[in-house]
């Protein structure tokens, strides 16, 4: 399948050298349905593709700077509309990768602006951002009362001239989730990157991305955030032997311990992550759990055309996300509101 043949090139590039042309076609549609195809593009820079597939990379790579230089220049509007309110800008996902120059920013697509900011200062964010002229997305009244009541973001807005979009998060699950990780700790280790914009620590960083991955969603588009956990990972040990250390104290003060432990689990079985497992003072191994099989089946679950598949296994997870998310009152309820209004998973 698809997926499968993604991981097996991400993980090792020269594989690509025995592709036959249908392969080939493969390798391109779930690189770009999982928005990988830079992330390709950048690892195939200075190998031999056939002619089909050059133009195909280097339009890849374009686009790719393109949305790099649209997000930096986000973060720096959102920096200078923030400045009178005194409030940092923390960067997350894709925009903190880039402007930072990880590994993780190499190749990857940028979508939304998204920030971090104390939940104490939401009121004063928002009209900074609304004066810069960013304005609300969702008029609906239900949506917008869901996400000030519920949710670990405002409503999201688009800027009317840029056509840009920015989530404003205040901590990085749900109100309702089971995890509640600690986001003032997550602010007050933040990093200065320069340009009044700051990124989270190392194993802030990897607690996010691994909340957002294992506790938070259904894992569609999963093998790009696994991607970024694998880069981030081995960015990290190879400037300090006991990162892992760090990061499961870390993870474990956030309640973050098994996402983080599934994730790492996965980008090693995936990626060939380098992790290191401990005896003490904590025990910790990367041999995988029976239901982490379910995981991988669900990242790999594309067809030869870059097409969902498994459906009923995607569905399984589109339920288990929003059943993570909030208590089963209350996710009746809301499913019940949503399906009423249209919504129906894709």
């Known amino acids: 399948m698809s997926g499968a043949l993604l991981v097996a090139v991400l993980r090792n590039p020269a594989e690509a050298g025995d592709l036959v042309p249908a392969e080939w076609n493969a390798l391109i549609a779930a690189a770009r349905a999982e928005r990988l195809i830079g992330t390709l593009a950048v690892l195939f820079q200075d190998i031999a593709v056939p002619a089909s597939v050059s133009p195909i990379l280097t339009d890849a790579r374009g686009e790719v700077e393109r949305e790099k230089r649209q997000a930096l220049w986000e973060a720096d509007r959102a920096a200078a509309a923030m400045a009178s309110c005194g409030v940092p800008v923390i960067l997350l996902k894709g925009t903190a990768y880039a402007a930072a120059g990880l590994r ?3 190749g990857r697509f940028i979508g939304d602006l998204d920030i971090l900011v104390p939940r104490d200062r939401l009121a004063d964010v928002e009209a900074a951002i609304l004066g810069a002229g960013w304005e609300w997305v969702k008029p609906d009244p239900y949506d917008d009362d869901y996400y000030r009541r519920w949710m670990h973001e405002l409503p999201p807005m688009i800027h009317k001239e840029r056509d840009r979009m ?3 998060h205040h901590t990085v ?3 309702t989730a089971r995890q509640t990780p600690d986001a003032a700790a997550m602010i007050a280790n933040a990093i200065a990157i320069g340009h009044g914009l700051h990124i989270l620590s190392s194993e802030d960083r990897i607690c996010h991305a691994a909340a957002h991955l294992i506790a938070d969603g259904d894992l569609a588009g999963g093998l790009r955030n696994l991607w970024d956990i694998h880069c ?7 400037v300090d032997a006991d990162f892992f250390l760090s990061l499961f104290e870390r993870a474990a003060a956030h309640g973050l311990t098994d996402p983080v432990w599934r994730a790492l689990r996965l980008a090693h079985r995936l990626y060939a ?3 290191t497992a401990y005896r003490s003072p904590i025990s910790v191994d990367y041999s995988l759990r029976r239901s982490d099989r379910f995981f991988i089946a669900r990242l ?11 459906k009923l296994l995607r569905f399984a997870f589109f339920v288990r996300s929003h059943w993570l998310r909030m208590p089963p009152m209350m996710l009746a309820r809301h499913l019940w509101t949503k399906w009423r ?4 998973p894709a």
């Open 104 to 106: 993780a920013g190499e």
């Open 166 to 168: 920015i989530d404003i």
């Open 173 to 175: 699950l749900p109100l």
């Open 232 to 238: 981030l990972c081995g960015e990290a040990a190879a």
């Open 273 to 275: 992550t380098p992790v």
């Open 300 to 310: 790999l679950a594309r067809d030869g055309w870059g097409r969902e598949s498994r």
């Open 341 to 344: 209004k249209g919504h129906r």
